[in-house]
C-alpha cells in the first residue's frame, strides 16, 4: 500500500504563512498527480489544489487562488503547499492525495490518501 504522511500544521494569525508537505513512500510518486484537500467542521471535503506528475500542470480552489501555491520535488517523493495570507476560513483539516490518472478536482480520482493536518487560523 501506499502511505502518504503530511506535516507542517498548525496554529496561526491570520495574515500568517504555513507550508504543508507530503512525503509518499514508493518511487512511483513519480507519476502521480498530487491533490491537496481539506475539510472544515460540518462542510464537505473542499479541493485545495493539484499538480501533475511534472509539475507543470497546476490547478486551483477558487478560494485559494493567488494565495496558495503547490508545487513537488520527485527526488524526495514530497509534495508542498505554501500557504500565504492566511485566513480564518482556511481553518480545517488538510489531506494530501495521490492520482495515477492526472490532476483532478473531484476526490473519486484519488486512489491514496494521508491522514490529515490541521491548520488552525485565528482571527
Known amino acids: 500500500q501506499v502511505q502518504l504522511v503530511e506535516s507542517g500544521g498548525g496554529l496561526v494569525q491570520a495574515g500568517d504563512s504555513l507550508r504543508l508537505s507530503c512525503v509518499a513512500s514508493?518511487?512511483?510518486?513519480?507519476?502521480?498527480?498530487m491533490g491537496w484537500f481539506r475539510q472544515a467542521p460540518g462542510k464537505e471535503r473542499e479541493f485545495v489544489a493539484a499538480?501533475?506528475?511534472?509539475?507543470?500542470?497546476?490547478d486551483y480552489g477558487d478560494s485559494v487562488k493567488g494565495r496558495f501555491t503547490i508545487s513537488r520535488d520527485n527526488a524526495k517523493n514530497t509534495v508542498y503547499l505554501q500557504m500565504n495570507s492566511l485566513k480564518p476560513e482556511d481553518t480545517a483539516v488538510y489531506y494530501c492525495?495521490?492520482?495515477?490518472?492526472?490532476?483532478?478536482?473531484?476526490?473519486?480520482?484519488?486512489?491514496?490518501w494521508g491522514q490529515g493536518t490541521q491548520v488552525t487560523v485565528s482571527s
Open positions: 492525495a495521490a492520482s495515477p490518472s492526472g490532476v483532478a478536482r473531484s476526490n473519486y480520482q484519488y486512489h491514496y
Open positions: 514508493r518511487r512511483t510518486f513519480s507519476s502521480w498527480a
Open positions: 499538480i501533475g506528475w511534472n509539475g507543470f500542470s497546476t
